[in-house]
């Protein structure tokens, strides 16, 4: 997810998708595209919306500098984004290097043994688990390293720990809201009334709970229909929700998050502002910590040895 003000900035939520290479899909989508417009040039439809078939991956692209970014950005990413729950179809250890050549049928024996050692078969229950948290990291939170150095460290990073805080919890407190609209009739007119049902203390609203919340049947705390089915959490604190919405809407409205409303929130430090890299961690007390995800597991990613 990346909200942005004219284009100028970005903030942005778990970033995820399965790394690839190659032109294949782009040079697709180019051909199908070209012919049902009926577009015999390069002029009126490019590969891509910046005009180029992307020439390597994400990683390679933001090390070398081949965009056209400069911030401010704010990263962010879940604790626990994939890795709580073992992956389907993996029973045995064998299966992680068979599933690794499934996702990556181009990568070496070589690379998958050095994986093999970044996440050892010791620190897991199961081999479900630890390929969980291979493709977590891989789908995921390697994406977040990258950026950050791209941008110079200058960015403002987030781990959230709330809940299971499983991929999407964030969503239930960034779309949080206390309000919500009730449609009336009569036989004149129908209106439309939007009214305050809950205050901004700290009070913690369950999803579907629709005591003193105000929220029909079937609704999702904190955000529009459905948005607080997206993440692992069942429960909204309307406290840590306005501070996060007050974070978010600071960098909205300024480029900075800690420029509107500093009396109501801890200052976010910027990543370059301690030696080894910091974080906030959005958790009950929200707090400053060294960034979790500059590791090696993070910087092997980076790499894109798996092609």
């Not at 300024?254 to 910027?270: C, E, F, L, R, V």
Request: glycine share 10%.
């Amino acid at each position: 997810m990346g909200v942005s003000a004219g284009g100028s900035q970005a903030y942005v939520v778990s970033p995820g998708y399965v790394p690839g290479a190659g032109h294949h899909h782009g040079e697709q989508f180019w051909q199908n595209v070209s012919s049902a417009v009926g577009c015999d040039g390069t002029v009126c439809m490019q590969p891509r919306v910046d005009g180029f078939i992307i020439p390597d991956t994400y990683e390679a692209n933001v090390y070398q500098g081949h965009f056209n970014f400069s911030g401010p950005c704010v990263i962010s990413h879940e604790q626990h984004e994939a890795n709580s729950q073992a992956y389907s179809g993996i029973d045995t250890q064998e299966d992680v290097s068979t599933y690794l050549r499934i996702f990556f049928p181009a990568i070496t024996d070589d690379v998958i043994e050095e994986l093999l050692e970044l996440y050892p078969e010791n620190d897991y229950e199961s081999a479900g688990l630890r390929f969980a948290d291979m493709k977590q990291s891989f789908d995921l939170t390697g994406k977040n390293l990258a950026l950050t150095h791209a941008l110079n460290n200058q960015t403002w990073n987030a781990e959230v720990a709330l809940g299971s805080a499983t991929h999407g919890t964030d969503q239930s407190y960034y779309w949080y809201s206390t309000y919500t609209l009730s449609t009336s009739s009569s036989s004149s007119s129908d209106s439309t009334t939007a009214i305050s049902t809950a205050s901004s203390g700290a009070s913690t609203a369950s999803v579907g709970d629709t005591g003193g919340m105000g929220m029909t049947d079937g609704s999702s705390t904190g955000g529009p229909g459905g948005a607080g089915s997206m993440g692992g959490s069942s429960s909204v604190n309307a406290t840590i929700a306005v501070m996060m919405q007050k974070f978010l809407l600071s960098f909205v409205l300024t480029g900075n998050p800690n420029s509107m409303w500093a009396d109501d929130k801890i200052y976010w430090p910027q990543y370059n502002e301690s030696s080894t890299g910091t974080q906030i961690v959005f958790n009950d007390t929200f707090t400053a910590s060294d960034d979790d995800l500059a590791s090696a597991k993070s910087l092997f990613w980076n790499k894109a040895l798996w092609y």
